[in-house]
């Protein structure tokens, strides 16, 4: 079978406007986290987020081209922007028929549709924008990425909750270890900081008022975040002869389906991705020396999570290091698995393991090294991302250090 | 007798339990009744919106919210509260 390997990053969300800041403020336990600056917050109970500051889009898109992207869409242009960038690819003519984009986002143009909502319903305006469907798509940022590079083989978007980032990753992994194509553009974008959004994760009651807290005793539900961080996949002997930076190698993945509740985690669901993942990558358990986990900071998630490490790692979970970096940038829904895998690129190609911050007090339900609050440095080999979604979908990723 | 405020919570209750009201008693817990996770989210948003108020619940740790959830009459005195708070 093909390999394949990661050979650009880009990124932007709470913690900075490219992968380099974002692995910056990761490295030293930055929290992006903070109050939320939008339209009627005062009617929010929810007032805390990863929010992207100082975002100018008229510096980055023209008029015409903002007509056409909600956030959701700006933020994966930029990252594709960048990821290509670094890896320095030319997508010729001939390769752009070997050549998609997978993203994953779970809620697509959310701005359009709040903004386009409130001026319906609450403005009583009979007409709208002419381009609200192209803007609040799903597919939008995925078709909006082929245009802007020319990319003309498969390309689609992965919807899958907090999980649609490591299946989109994991499903281009796939198309180019099998032959299907040779580059691909993937990765994930979340906008859902809106009214709206927020509004309906109140409801469910799993939201932080004052900080996202993973594995810790105090944690009290997870905080929302917004981005997107986009990666180019390469198949690793042409990546190699061109010289392209390679950054990591995907080695596995799995996806697996807890069949079992809407909203409640599954420690069976889980553990059967990540012994998946590991199995897939032909990965032996005491390969892995960090885990970037799902973390979201709930009562539930956490402890499930730990538990399900724990069945397949044996002894061995006692040996590894697992952290949250959901605790600097918030939980980012669709776009979440994206941002963290750059904590995994980190940690593989720098050796520096993202820590898990506002950590104050062990849970003993979650007994395993979470890298509390500081920055580690580590010699790591492999690694696994792990993503659970809403729904019971779990998509775990497996890649080694090159 | 049971006042409006209790009546209204116990068919609430009920009507997540998918019990008659006469099945529920002050002294029943939610897990006597077989209310779930999701059921207790919808029976607080019920009773949110049927005495407009605001409660404070969250899910994560629901024993250790300000909103004590021990058994009927818990919820009872707690929504009374917040109802008093509401109206002084």
């Known amino acids: 079978m093909r390999r394949v390997v990661i050979t650009g990053a880009g990124a932007i969300n709470a913690l900075g406007a490219s992968a380099a800041a974002t692995c910056e403020a990761m490295r030293e336990g930055r929290c992006g986290i903070g109050p939320l600056d939008i339209r009627d917050v005062d009617r929010l109970m929810i007032r805390i987020g990863g929010q992207i500051r100082g975002y100018d889009e008229t510096a980055h898109f023209s008029r015409s081209e903002i007509a056409l992207f909600d956030p959701f869409t700006q933020y994966a242009l930029l990252s594709s922007r960048e990821a290509l960038a670094q890896s320095g690819l030319e997508i010729t003519e001939a390769l752009s028929y070997r050549a998609g984009v997978i993203i994953g986002t779970s809620g697509g143009g959310l701005h359009t549709q709040d903004e386009s909502y409130r001026l319906v319903y609450q403005e009583g305006k009979n007409r709208v924008h002419p381009f609200i469907v192209p803007r609040l798509m799903n597919n939008a940022a995925a078709s909006q990425v082929s245009m802007a590079h020319g990319l003309k083989g498969p390309s689609y978007c992965v919807a899958t909750a907090c999980s649609s980032s490591n299946h989109a990753i994991g499903q281009a992994f796939q198309l180019i270890r099998s032959g299907a194509t040779d580059v691909m553009l993937t990765g994930g974008t979340e906008s859902m900081l809106v009214f709206g959004g927020i509004k309906a994760w109140e409801g469910l009651r799993v939201m932080s008022k004052d900080g996202c807290r993973p594995f810790c005793k105090t944690r009290n539900g997870m905080v929302q975040g917004e981005g997107a961080a986009i990666f180019v996949l390469e198949e690793y002997e042409a990546a190699r002869a061109r010289g392209a930076p390679i950054l990591a190698e995907i080695c596995g993945f799995a996806m697996t389906s807890d069949a079992a509740d809407i909203v409640m985690p599954s420690q069976d669901g889980a553990a059967r991705a990540i012994a998946g993942a590991l199995a897939d990558a032909g990965m032996a358990a005491e390969e892995v020396g960090y885990i970037n986990a799902h973390g979201t900071g709930t009562t539930a998630n956490d402890r499930t999570e730990c538990a399900a490490v724990r069945q397949v790692f044996g002894d061995h979970a006692d040996r590894l290091m697992i952290s949250s970096t959901k605790s600097m940038h918030g939980h980012l829904i669709g776009g979440t698995g994206a941002v963290e895998l750059l904590a995994v690129i980190m940690a593989l190609r720098d050796g520096i393991v993202a820590p898990t911050v506002g950590y104050v007090e062990p849970d003993p339900e979650c007994d395993l090294d979470v890298v509390p609050n500081v920055a580690r440095e580590a010699r790591i080999g492999a690694a696994l991302s792990n993503a659970f979604a809403f729904g019971g979908l779990n998509a775990v990723l497996a890649l080694r250090a090159i | ?88």
């Open chain 2, 1 to 88: 007798m049971a006042d409006d405020v209790t009546r209204k919570i116990i068919e609430i209750i009920a009507e997540q339990a998918v019990l008659e009201p006469d099945q529920v008693s002050l002294d029943s817990t939610l897990d006597d009744l077989g209310i779930d996770s999701l059921g207790l989210v919808e029976a607080v948003f019920a009773i949110e919106e049927a005495f407009d108020i605001s409660i404070p619940f969250n899910a994560n740790d629901p024993g250790d919210s300000e909103f004590d959830i021990s058994n009927v009459r818990s919820i009872v005195e707690a929504v009374k509260g917040l109802i008093a708070e509401k109206q002084s």
